[in-house]
Nanobody
Framework: QVQVMESGGGSVQPGGSLRLSCAAP????????MGWYRQAPGKERELVAY???????EYVDSVKGRFTLSRDIAKNTASLQMNSLKPEDTAVYYC??????????WGQGTQVTVSS
């Protein structure tokens, strides 16, 4: 079973930055899409950002201009640079992968807390 590894969560003050990373080194196939979802306490999981292979990153409106998703297609890795963080960005962030064959993979989740 392919394991998705996430890193980079933590606690920052409003206006701070964090960088999340995601990799699935055990995968034998390419990834059609990589991105992140997040889930805040008491709320549904929402799509934050994603990039289809060969396309441009897409973002939910609330993070546009603050978050940047980057992919290394050859290495099957992705990162999410989060700047100008706000308290409402506090959530567990999950890496989400769709393999070339359509299988969906999830990371274990990493906590991001934005608080003064």
């Amino acid at each position: 079973q392919v394991q998705v590894m996430e890193s980079g969560g933590g606690s920052v003050q409003p206006g701070g930055s964090l960088r999340l990373s995601c990799a699935a080194p055990g995968s034998n196939s390419g990834f059609a899409r990589m991105g992140w979802y997040r889930q805040a306490p008491g709320k549904e999981r929402e799509l934050v950002a994603y990039q289809i292979t060969g396309g441009l990153p897409e973002y939910v409106d609330s993070v546009k201009g603050r978050f940047t998703l980057s992919r290394d297609i050859a290495k099957n890795t992705a990162s999410l640079q989060m700047n100008s963080l706000k308290p409402e960005d506090t959530a567990v962030y999950y890496c989400h992968i769709i393999q070339a064959g359509g299988r969906v993979l999830w990371g274990q989740g990493t906590q991001v807390t934005v608080s003064s």
